[in-house]
């Protein structure tokens, strides 16, 4: 069954520095999300990218972000300058159309020092 | 905001019990979906429901839908162990291709063998 890989599984990372989470979604779907979850909240939507182009993004994403599909496979979520507070579990998904059945994956957790 | 919110926050019960969760929102919305997630774990979905759908079935899962009360209940049969974890509601507008999709904060189930 085709499913939505992500990496790391877990990243480590100092205040200040920049990170990429990847994901792969899964190959025919259009639409791909990011979403957060710190520990022991809600899951918070992200962004949302279509046909190479961001469709949706919420407040929290704000300039510090970036998504991009540098090919036909992957899906990044940069992240510039990393805060303590988005110390957080990063959830890529994606779906076949809008509003549609999301499938995630299995997230990446961020930790930052 | 669209934001469902879950009742029971926790849940706990039996194995053969059933589970009730239900999801209330603020806004209007074209589908509500509901998802599981086991902890530390990406999100499963488990139901699509549209806003002109009343009620529908997935194995020992029933999802009902009631705009006009901007509510919906997800009804788990005969529970298992393996059904512990957190349920989601997540509402959201489609409108061409763009879908925010809220979710809310989750119940916790626990089934006791």
């Known amino acids: 069954e085709p499913e939505v890989t992500q990496t790391p599984s877990h990243q480590v990372t100092q205040m200040g520095q920049e990170v990429i989470l990847r994901c792969v979604p899964i190959s025919n779907h259009l639409y791909f999300y990011w979403y957060r979850q710190i520990l022991g909240q809600k899951v918070e939507f992200l962004v949302s990218?279509?046909?190479?182009?961001?469709?949706?993004k919420s407040e929290i994403f704000d300039d510090q972000f970036s998504v991009e599909r540098p090919d036909g496979s992957n899906f990044t979520l940069k992240i510039r300058s990393t805060k303590l507070e988005d110390s957080a579990m990063y959830f890529c998904?994606?779906?076949?159309?809008?509003?549609?059945?999301?499938?995630f994956g299995p997230g990446t957790r961020l930790t930052v020092t | 905001s669209q934001q469902g919110e879950e009742d029971p926050q926790a849940l706990s019960i039996q194995e053969g019990e059933n589970a009730t969760m239900n999801c209330s929102y603020k806004?209007?919305?074209?589908?509500l979906q509901w998802y599981r997630q086991n902890s530390g774990r990406g999100l499963v979905h488990l139901i699509l429901?549209?806003?002109?759908?009343r009620e529908k079935h997935s194995g020992r899962l029933r999802v009902t839908l009631d705009t006009s009360k901007k509510s919906s209940s997800l009804l788990i049969t005969a529970s298992r162990a393996a059904d512990t974890a957190s349920y989601f509601c997540a509402t959201g507008w489609t409108s061409g291709g763009s879908y925010i999709p809220t979710f809310g904060r989750g119940t916790s189930l626990i089934v006791h063998p």
């Open positions: 429901i549209r806003s002109n759908e």
């Open positions: 806004t209007s919305i074209n589908n």
């Open positions: 998904a994606s779906s076949e159309d809008a509003g549609g059945e999301q499938y």
């Open positions: 990218f279509y046909n190479n182009e961001i469709s949706e």
